[in-house]
């Protein structure tokens, strides 16, 4: 293969930076509105073209989020993969469809026959959509274009770049993104002649010193993240842009998301939008830096946590919410930094700001902690609880314990905060009492948010569990079998793939696992019928009743007068030990009599015990306090 | 004033909270330790000077009486809370002032 070194150019080249699907259509992309405006910084003329959302009117925007929520097969590769591969195609028969059979009607609701929809998707929409957009974008105009590739991408984003190859050779092509990182990007770049250059790690500053390579003639391959093949290798990796310091950063421009959205129909002209604005006000994880989450695909070298100004941030979200007349926002962050909790959230409240936020954070917080949440505008959540196990939650270095976990679950309901969470399991070194005890404890908690479900972990390239396998032993590692399905013979399967199929020596089987599963679905079940169950206490002075419709067909009272009443009190705002509530209850009363009675609230379901600690599981019956 | 440390139930709220995370960190006998000065503290605390302070656990227990699970034996009855089945007719100041 010919080496790609670039013509010798003057003046600020124009740039075009797309988003193929599969990616959801309901919010901008953060990576190309941020390159967008560094890239602006630098003179150069830049659009984004978020073609995602050409192909979801196409085939129908509610299939079309469907195929991006699918888990495990990489269905939205798979369709685009004629497009992208041709003749080295591996898989002409429906064998994909049929492995895939219960993934696919489990995931594609929306339309009647989905296996059949898929194949005429991928014969019929895919190569009209990609005619489509040859015929419409300005490719004369542009000298260089940019895929932003995650998860779901690559296919899609290489059946365009071939074409754009084709038909306009002396265009530029460079991919960035998720898939991108480490070994995933040097194969893409190896395998796939269409991708001139790759970007990899943090693009915010190799990506505009890569133009300005470009514009000047110098070579492009000498900028630090830049991947190039060059006689037959792959130069640059190994080489990563140094992180940047987030307050440096202009903010993301979403300008012509919300054109192409309204001008294709599928969001309407209004004075105000709901949608969703992506922020970043952080990058890496303070708590992976310490413990990395076994399962955690999060980038050893991306682990570095770093965080926005508050006066930064909070002029970001300001200067949004005007641009973009919207008061949703949706935060990118791994995790919330915690220093937000004295700063940037009690000044959103100062300022009486409308704004409705999604963060992801860590899932021990306290019932103030979620208090101020909700009043800065925190409306939903995804806490990282994983587990109602605290000895699982240990497997994993979760640093949480199970009533830790339920007592984010309580007070985030109390405070009207929505809680996006799964159960997990597969973990090495797990027992089968560890799930019997979610069992029996699941029924308790079903007044407080299920889980969206329980899965089995998955291997991600960059967690622990695949990188240490001294320390998880596991059998029959290869990449997920989706993958070759979708990619031709000549790439490395293993070098590409993010996501691995594997077994763990010491793991229980799935069928041990039916049970827990059951519970899930049972749970979120309960959960969609006409009345919610509910467990809420009333409380007087020395005197409390607590009403049980965990069952709405069963329900019942419970009332409880003096210590008992301040016990169960006591215990409400966090999990607590019997030598805490003797210490306030009475230090004279005999320590067992008290664990007795903590012992008597359990055995009724009206508290959970989690090695020495006892929680409360109802809820106050007056809300947001 | 010197001396004086003026405290409140979200001081002691916030301390609680740091302390069950930090004992997750401890030996079973570190712990006992703590729980011993936490128990000194909290009798301390609600000595007489203390004794205007008031708390989600209220007035704490002077003479326990009969032994606490007692309080157990018919806690539970079926059903919830109920209601007049007709519809009120207005606010009780109405049926006072006859407004
Ligand atoms: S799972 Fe979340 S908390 Fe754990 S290391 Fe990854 S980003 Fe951090």
Request: hydrophobic share 40%; glycine share 8%; charged share 25%.
């Amino acid at each position: 293969m010919k080496s790609a070194r670039p013509k010798t150019r003057s003046g600020p080249c124009r740039v075009g930076l797309i988003s193929m699907p599969f990616v959801s259509c309901f919010r901008p992309s953060i990576q190309l509105g941020l390159l967008k405006s560094v890239a602006a910084a630098r003179r150069f003329s830049v659009h984004t073209f978020h073609l995602n959302l050409d192909f979801a009117r196409q085939i129908g925007p509610g299939a079309y989020e469907e195929i991006c929520a699918v888990r495990r097969a990489f269905i939205g590769d798979w369709l685009f993969a004629g497009a992208a591969f041709g003749d080295a195609l591996p898989d002409r028969a429906p064998d994909f469809l049929t492995e895939y059979d219960s993934d696919i009607h489990a995931a594609i609701t929306s339309v009647d026959k989905p296996a059949e929809y898929l194949r005429t998707v991928r014969e019929a929409e895919v190569p009209q959509f990609l005619d489509a957009m040859m015929a419409e974008l300005p490719w004369p105009d542009l000298e260089v274009i940019g895929f932003t590739s995650t998860f779901q991408q690559n296919a899609a984003s290489l059946a365009l770049a071939k074409r754009v190859k084709r038909a306009h050779p002396s265009i530029v092509t460079v991919f960035g993104g998720a898939n991108v990182e480490g070994d995933m990007g040097v194969e893409l770049v190896r395998a796939f002649p269409d991708i001139d250059y790759a970007v990899t790690g943090e693009g915010d500053r190799a990506f505009p010193e890569f133009l300005d390579a470009l514009a000047s003639g110098r070579d492009p391959a000498t900028v630090a993240g830049v991947l190039c093949r060059r006689d037959g290798a792959v130069h640059g990796a190994g080489c990563r842009p140094a992180p940047v310091d987030l307050d440096t950063l202009p903010p993301p421009d979403y300008d012509e998301y919300f054109d192409r959205a309204e001008r294709l129909g599928l969001l309407s002209m209004a004075p105000r939008r709901h949608v969703g604005i992506p922020f970043e006000s952080s990058r890496g994880c303070w708590w992976g830096q310490k413990h990395h989450c076994t399962f955690c695909g999060l980038n050893g070298t991306g682990m570095a946590f770093r965080a926005k100004s508050p006066q930064r941030l909070r002029q970001e979200l300001a200067s949004a919410a005007r641009r973009y007349r919207s008061f949703t926002f949706e935060a990118v962050d791994n995790i919330l930094d915690m220093a937000y909790l004295r700063t940037v959230l009690p000044q959103l409240i100062e300022a009486g700001t409308d704004y409705e936020l999604f963060y992801e954070l860590k899932a021990n917080l306290t019932r103030e902690q979620l208090r101020l949440l909700r009043t800065a505008g925190v409306r939903q959540v995804q806490p990282g609880i994983e587990s109602l196990s605290t000895r699982i939650l240990r497997l994993m270095r979760k640093g949480a314990t199970a009533a830790q976990n339920v007592n984010t679950l309580r007070w985030a309901l109390y405070h009207g905060i929505t809680v996006w969470w799964n159960l997990l399991y597969g973990f090495p070194g797990e027992h089968r009492e560890d799930y019997l005890a979610q069992e029996r404890l699941m029924p308790l908690l079903a007044h407080l948010p299920p889980p969206n479900g329980a899965y089995r972990i998955r291997m991600e390239r960059f967690s622990p569990i695949f990188t240490d396998r001294a320390a998880f032993p596991a059998r029959q590692v290869r990449p997920q079998a989706s993958y070759r399905h979708i990619y031709p013979g000549h790439v490395a399967l293993d070098r590409i793939a993010y996501f691995f199929d594997y077994t763990f020596v010491d793991a229980l089987p799935e069928a041990d696992l039916a049970g827990i599963r059951r519970r899930a679905d049972a749970w979120r079940e309960s959960w969609a019928e006409p009345v919610a169950p509910s467990l809420t206490f009333h409380a007087a002075e020395d005197f409390l009743q607590i009403e049980d419709a965990r069952d709405p067909a069963q329900p019942g009272t419970y009332t409880f007068t003096g210590p008992l009443a301040r016990i169960y009190r006591f215990c409400s705002d966090r999990p607590v030990t019997p030598s805490a509530v003797r210490a306030r209850l009475n230090p004279d009363r005999p320590l067992d009599e008290v664990t007795e009675a903590l012992s008597g609230f359990c055995t009724r379901g009206l508290m959970m015990r989690d090695g020495e600690r006892y929680l409360s599981l109802a809820l106050p019956a007056t809300p947001g306090r | 004033m010197a001396g004086e440390i003026r405290i409140t139930q979200d001081d002691i709220d916030s301390l609680a909270t740091k302390l069950d995370n930090f004992s997750e960190a401890l030996t079973n006998k570190e712990r006992d330790v703590m729980s011993a000065i936490m128990r000194l503290a909290a009798g301390a605390l609600e000595s007489p000077s203390n004794q205007s302070r008031t708390s989600e656990m209220g007035t704490p227990e002077k003479s326990p009486g009969g032994r606490l699970s007692d309080g157990f034996r018919q806690a539970f009855e079926h059903g919830l809370g109920t209601t007049f089945r007709i519809r009120p007719g207005g606010a009780i100041s109405h049926s006072i002032d006859g407004g």
